[in-house]
């Protein structure tokens, strides 16, 4: 996983609970380095598990309630990052349908051996988009927090469910993304 991730994870927990959470996951997370990652480089996806448990642990929080805001965290930090891919002239389904795009572009010119999720549409009505999620890593609540990140962005109400579907790439989540006004 890169480096990039594990920092904005950092970030994230100082914005919503304080740097003093950050020191308290690091050391419960007993990790290899004293939590100490460059953005470009490559540590295993462990650490960030590690680091997730322990923020779990130390909130009581489920994990699902500690990736989705991490995941609008996220969404927010690629508005920053490359914001002429989520302008608010676009829809939020065609937002949602570009987040490829944006990982293919973006992602990897800084990170060409980065692991990146998929978003496949499969569906889409002028009021619900079904999107496969595609990842090695099981982040699907993340990837809800980065469509809650979107709509929140375009200022739009979403109705989010998943389910587990299987496909000619294997399993993957089943996301459904219901506009609510």
Do not use: N
């Not at 990790?31 to 480089?41: C, E, F, K, M, N």
């Not at 969404?75 to 795009?101: C, K, N, Q």
């Not at 809800?144 to 389910?163: F, M, P, Y």
């Amino acid at each position: 996983m890169k480096g990039r991730v594990f920092t904005e994870l950092f970030d994230h927990v100082e914005k919503r609970y304080g740097i003093d959470m950050v020191d308290d996951i690091v050391d419960a997370a007993q990790l290899p380095h004293d939590g100490v990652y460059a953005s470009t480089g490559s540590y295993p996806f462990q650490e960030m598990v590690s680091l997730v448990k322990a923020l779990s642990a130390t909130t009581g929080r489920s994990l699902p309630e500690i990736l989705e805001p991490f995941g609008t965290h996220c969404f927010e930090s690629w508005v920053s990052d490359a914001p002429h891919y989520f302008s608010r002239d676009r829809s939020l389904f065609d937002i949602l349908e570009g987040i490829d795009a944006f990982h293919e572009v973006e992602v990897r010119k800084l990170y060409p051996d980065a692991e990146l999720p998929s978003f496949q549409p499969e569906a889409r009505s002028a009021s619900s988009l079904t999107l496969g999620y595609h990842s090695c890593k099981p982040l699907a609540p993340l990837a809800l927090g980065v469509i809650r990140g979107a709509a929140t962005h375009l200022g739009q109400e979403v109705a989010l469910s998943i389910e587990p579907a299987t496909g000619p790439r294997g399993a993957y989540t089943r996301i459904h993304v219901d506009l609510l006004r």
